[in-house]
């Protein structure tokens, strides 16, 4: 059985961002902790007891505590169920938990070379000690099965595939340490459970939705997808900042060319909306934008959502 928690649901910043006013965040801060999201993480786990993060946010040490399934084992001194991270791109709220895993716990760190170049160019990560915290790299199209942190198969498979995006905002107009050309910036995961052939599919970035990842994913039980603004411009619009959604690799919700409408004639049983900037209006319950979403089959997961498959 394939278990899937999500972490967190938000883009970059979390809901509320911690400078932020917006009717988002304000809802956020003066209502119900159900209007908060951490940023976007999912773990899963074929076994139920050795788990694996998709990305490690900046707020995965709340994200750790608030669920009981990542916790330490009873009655063990040091222990952690999280046997690895896969990443799938190398923004901060994709990299920046890392740091908090630096407590000598052996896991393995899953991860394009275009992404490793940057964590090894950055010393501050020399804090996860390479003789408990390996680092693998992964290429596209090549799948792999993570392993536990004795070694053990997970009976998992994860096979990472290119995704329309781009480099990480942090280099923009810089060069980059593991090269400035070629893919692996932005990666789509297909995890399956290689006993049951249950699959679930993580895209939390998508700068397009080509016809071939539309091949790719149709049929999926399972869909993690980025939804990271409703409109391209609407951080423009209002007065939030100088950046589109194109301007950062991601595709918006509504529009002709936005996910709900492109992804509309797959067969897809579950498809939710990942990295949730705090500007996009679907995160209002009871909103125009957070309606047309559902009316369109899509989910907008609270953080802790758990579904099994
Ligand atoms: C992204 O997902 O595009 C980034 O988190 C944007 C940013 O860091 O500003
Ligand atoms: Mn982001
Ligand atoms: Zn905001």
């Known amino acids: 059985m394939l278990r899937v928690v999500v972490l967190g649901a938000a883009a970059g910043g979390g809901v509320p961002q911690w400078n932020c006013g917006c009717e988002g965040c304000r809802a956020a801060r003066n209502g119900g902790p159900e209007l908060h ?8 786990s074929g076994d139920g007891q050795n788990w694996f993060l998709i990305n490690a946010s900046p707020d995965l040490r709340q994200q750790l505590n608030a669920t009981p399934q990542l916790h330490p084992r009873e009655g063990v001194l040091r222990h952690t169920p999280v046997a690895g991270v896969i990443l799938t791109n190398s923004e901060v709220d994709a990299v920046a938990g890392l740091l908090s895993m630096r407590e000598s716990s052996p896991f393995t760190i899953y991860a394009h070379e275009k992404v490793l170049a940057i964590l090894a ?5 020399n804090v996860l000690n390479e003789k408990h915290v390996r680092r ?13 942190t004795d070694g053990a198969r997970s009976g998992l498979e994860v096979l990472p595939f290119a995704v329309a995006g781009k480099s990480a905002w942090y280099l923009e107009g810089k060069a ?3 090269g400035n050309s070629g893919d692996g910036d932005t990666l789509g995961l297909k995890i399956t459970d290689k006993s049951t052939g249950r699959y679930f599919y993580f895209i939390a970035a998508c700068a397009e ?11 999926a039980a399972l869909v993690f997808f980025d939804g990271t603004v409703w409109q391209d411009d609407e951080m ?14 991601h595709v918006a919700m509504s529009g002709a060319d936005g996910a709900i409408a492109r992804l509309a ?15 996009n209006p679907a995160l209002l319950p009871g909103s125009p934008e957070r309606k047309a979403a559902e009316q369109a089959g899509w989910q907008i997961p609270a953080d802790g959502t758990e579904i099994v498959l």
């Open 265 to 279: 004639d797959l067969t897809l049983d579950r498809k939710l909306f990942l990295h949730i900037n705090n500007s």
């Open 209 to 219: 939705v080509t016809d071939a990842l539309k091949a790719e994913i149709d049929g």
């Open 136 to 148: 693998q790299p992964i290429a596209i199209g090549e799948p792999f099965e993570p392993r536990l």
């Open 37 to 44: 999201r951490t940023q976007a993480s999912v773990a899963f």
């Open 236 to 249: 423009i619009k209002a007065g939030l900042g100088h950046k589109t959604g194109k301007s950062m690799g």
């Open 176 to 178: 980059h340490p593991g």
């Open 121 to 125: 160019s950055n010393s501050i990560f």
